[in-house]
């Protein structure tokens, strides 16, 4: 396998080279060993939910076209992809409980390591969801706080509160259609139900509930979770920070962070920092402590730290296979098993530390939030000893580039309006003047079934140069940081309009916004630039889309799903999609689906159409705003001035 077809990333390309020298299994190997993949499990058409199968269905319509059971096709497709929504929703939302939990314990004075960081926050949060703040210190507001959202996830009645936030015609989309979305476990455990042998067999019925499932997700779980971190760690503000591999430091104690919940990789920063530590690490001969991020705990840490990324989903392996990484502390989600094997051929110490997430073979270290700081220091010392051990020859990529991370929905008020005006109004009257088309959000995973971080950066420099501004999360936002997308200097690859934008304020042309929960962000984005005006009544009227051409996550589906279900048009990648392009399925969920929520999805391999399709999705949004008519310019006389000062 040609490295550089695999990645464009030059310093995966290198490590995909040496790795495959010393015979070293990669997930590409592991990808080629498994094919062909079975086709109807990918295009939804095999079901093994009940124990009369597995069964499938012939999607050329020779063989079988029911299950044992009867189910067709569409239930069958349905089925299997409300499930994936509710498995991403679980993920994204039991992060944020986690979250809930930490933050309740840290009002409660039951975790002494944690504390409030935005006050501001804090006191806003409370506002909006009726909490009494006069006369009440902070750790009872926060306590207040902290149970009532907590409550979010399996309340008995009510819908979710953080929905409240959308725009008034979207929530009344939702009500009419009957999936406001309640408690979050119930949404998921509903979606669980409905899809078991037997229960729900109406296509449209199965879907719109993995709407409410998923609305759950991005208006509840993932926005409570981005919420409360943002109160107890801070909210993002603009850092720059270094990206790729060639942040591992061959003279230093290398620690890299990898998975989601910055509960522990906060610690972990704080503890590398601690005096103490660095002079154990000068002690056993290195030159100091070197913490790097990968994945969504990589865009948590550099975005409130300034913490070094080493890369995305796909460069967990090709980072252990340096040789420099010392220690490698995983929490939750995304974590390769490959990892566990992959270890035994270097020094590298591989600890587990979330009581969800366990392998066998592999040091449990238990995170405790009682004694977070303790934990991490514990981790520390693994990783010193570990550099102890360091025998082999190091072979680090040079590749880094510089990245400005940390566009908070706060930040972008903030940057586009000014301190005493912090507003979207500049960038409604930017959208509205046409210097910018219109808003992209491109977000999620690498999967080795695409080239690497080549669908993601692909797809951003089309956008950018048709004017379109890009917020981006996840893995889809270390992409773009390891090419040079999110400086300002990047802004010369993008059109006139929105390079000049760009300049104008100091920001690049591709905004990163977080990690995968952070995609709430993107909602309060949208919900805001509805209510400042300019840009219609709805979400669904907003000059926006969002894309993802490398998924691999079921919670890339829930995330495509939410923002659907808020009226946007998501672009995945066509060989990619869950779904047999003929079915009824397809059909509701690229077409009439549209009808009911104003949002669709669509297929598209190729990044340069995918861009083109969502360039013509917002050309059609301004047509329909009325915006992209010319306005003759006003002259007013002094009797139009006159008037216009009194009014
Ligand atoms: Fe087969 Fe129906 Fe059981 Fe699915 S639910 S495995 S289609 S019998
Ligand atoms: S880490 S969910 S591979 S974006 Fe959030 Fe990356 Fe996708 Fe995991």
Known sequence: MDPKRLSCDPAAQAMLALMAEAGIETAWDRLEAQEPQCGFGQLGLCCRICNMGPCRVDPFGDGPQRGVCGADADTIIARNFARMVAAGAAAHSDHGRGVAHAFLAMARGEAPDYGIKDRAKLLALAKELDIQIDGQDDK????????LLLAEFGKPHGTQRMAERA?????????????????????????????????????????????????????????????????????????????????????????????????????????????????????????????????CTANELMMR?????????????????????????????????????????YHTKLITTSEKARMQGVEHVPMDEARALEVARTIVRKAIEAYGRRRHEVHIPREKGEAVVGFSHETIN??????????????????????????????????????????????????????????????????????????????????????????????????????CVDNSRILVACAEMVREGGLGDDIADLPVAGACLEHITEKA?????????????VVFAEQLFPVWSE?????????????????????????????????????????????NQTHERKLYSMEDRQRLAVE
């Open 557 to 569: 589906i829930s995330i495509g799903q939410y923002f659907v279900a808020s009226g946007l048009l």
């Open 167 to 295: 725009p008034e015609t979207r929530k009344a989309v939702w009500k009419n259609l009957g999936i406001l979305p309640r408690a979050i476990d119930q949404e998921i455990v509903e979606t669980l139900h409905r899809t078991t042998m037997g229960v729900d067999q109406d296509y449209k019925s199965i879907l719109r509930h993995a709407s409410r499932c998923a609305l759950g997700d991005g208006w509840g779980g993932s926005m409570i979770g981005t919420e409360l971190q943002d109160v107890m760690f801070g909210t993002p503000r603009p850092r720059k920070g270094e990206i790729n591999l060639g942040v591992l430091k061959e003279d230093e104690v290398n620690l890299v962070v990898h998975g989601h919940e910055p509960l522990l990789s906060e610690m972990v920063a704080a503890a590398a920092a601690d005096p103490a530590l660095v002079a154990e690490a000068r002690k056993a001969g290195a030159a100091g402590i070197n913490v790097a991020g990968i994945c």
């Open 414 to 515: 903030y940057m586009l309006g000014g301190r005493f005006r912090a507003s979207y109004r500049p960038l409604n009257d930017n959208i509205i003047n046409g210097r910018i088309r219109g808003v992209a959000g491109v977000v999620g995973c690498t999967n080795p079934k695409v080239r690497h971080d080549a669908g993601h950066t692909g797809l951003v420099r089309e956008l950018i140069r048709r004017d379109i501004l890009v917020v981006t999360t996840g893995c889809s936002q270390i992409a773009c940081g390891k090419q040079g997308l999110l400086t300002p200097e990047a802004a010369a690859e993008a059109g006139p309009g929105l390079r000049e934008v760009c300049e104008a304020v100091g920001i690049p042309p591709v905004l990163a916004v977080g990690s």
């Open 140 to 147: 009872a507001i926060a306590q207040e706080l902290g149970e």
């Open 305 to 345: 730290h300034g913490i070094p990324m080493a890369g995305n989903f796909l460069s967990q392996e090709l980072a252990v296979a340096t040789g420099a990484v010392d220690l490698m502390c995983v929490d939750i989600q995304c974590i390769m098993q490959g990892l566990a094997d992959l270890v035994e051929h």
């Open 583 to 627: 079915s009824q399925v397809a059909r509701y969920l690229f077409d009439e689906i549209a009808e009911e929520l104003g949002g669709r999805w669509a297929v598209e391999d190729d990044p340069v159409k995918a861009a083109e399709l969502m360039a013509a999705h917002i050309e059609a949004k301004r047509d329909a705003l009325g915006i």
